[in-house]
Nanobody, 133 residues
């Protein structure tokens, strides 16, 4: 059974930076290694729906950012470490949320990046990011 664990959340001042990580275990799944799985970062604040932030294909060559974070956040992955990173710059209080990583696959095309929350099969438990003003 694949598992995903987020880490690196915490408290940061407005304008600051933070990198959170998502480490996977339990691979390969049915013979497919971690690099056949797309990974997305999502976030949620109390009382609101979970929203997408950024997504990356299995090879790491394809990426997508939602408008609210484009130009400030950078997604990357290290398949040798089964880890996906989200580096966040110029943080503001509106970025405060629980951040979740999610994965889906296997995709034979390693540039596939699903962007709908419902596309993702595996979810981590989340890590809290709080940006103070």
């Amino acid at each position: 059974q694949a598992q995903f664990v987020e880490s690196g959340g915490g408290l940061v001042q407005s304008g600051g930076s933070l990198t959170i990580s998502c480490t996977a275990s339990g691979f390969p799944i049915s013979g497919y290694s971690f690099d056949y799985y797309a990974v997305g970062w999502f976030r949620q604040v109390p009382g609101a729906a979970r929203e997408g932030v950024s997504y990356i294909g299995g090879s790491g060559d394809s990426k997508h950012y939602e408008p609210s974070v484009k130009g400030r956040f950078t997604i990357s992955r290290d398949n040798a470490k089964s880890t996906v990173y989200l580096h966040m710059d110029k943080l503001n209080p509106e970025d405060t949320a629980v951040y979740y990583c999610a994965a889906d696959g296997p995709y034979l095309s390693k540039v596939t990046i699903p962007r709908a929350l419902s596309d993702y099969s595996y979810w981590g438990q989340g890590t809290q990011v709080t940006v103070s003003s």
